[in-house]
């Protein structure tokens, strides 16, 4: 069955592309949720408009994006955790932990999805680096340091 997605949709594709998917998961999950539509003839048609709509709000959220970047260039957040006499901290910093110290440091809300933390886990007390997925053009570095409480 070919769709359109309406949204971005991990390991599917990308938002206004028309992909193959099954036939159940087409018809059964992502058109009742609002995330695709079938690929006619009159949606295809449809899609060009869509295009050219999302094309201008999202140069305007791109300028709004570089904004974010630049407020977090060269800023450090400061997470606490606890954490033992070899500095190894008990459980790992995630991105709601990293969400809510933007929130709470440098007053930008982020949503924690948008919030790709490095590959090796974050369980030590010592400096990391995660990357924000603002927009596909826009992905500042956002650095932190994990210290102990």
């Known amino acids: 069955m070919d769709i359109i997605l309406l949204q971005d949709i991990e390991k599917v594709g990308d938002k206004h592309t028309v992909v193959k998917v099954r036939d159940g998961y087409g018809r059964n999950f992502l058109i009742p949720q609002g995330m695709a539509i ?4 009159q ?3 449809r899609l060009e408009g869509l295009r050219r709509r999302e094309g201008a709000v999202e140069a305007q959220m791109i300028t709004e ?3 974010i970047a630049a407020r977090i260039a060269g800023k450090v957040l400061k997470i606490g955790a606890k954490a033992g006499t070899s500095g190894k901290i008990f459980g790992s910093v ?3 932990q990293i969400a809510a110290a933007l929130k709470d440091q440098l007053n930008i809300d982020m949503d924690r ?4 933390l490095p590959d090796e886990d974050v369980k030590m007390v010592g400096a990391y680096t995660a990357k924000l997925m603002l927009h596909k053009e826009v992905q500042p570095d956002l650095n ?3 210290v102990a409480e």
């Open 144 to 146: 932190f340091e994990v």
């Open 65 to 67: 994006y570089q904004e």
């Open 113 to 116: 999805r948008k919030i790709s």
């Open 38 to 41: 079938v690929a006619n003839r």
């Open 94 to 96: 995630t991105n709601v």
């Open 43 to 45: 949606n295809l048609n």
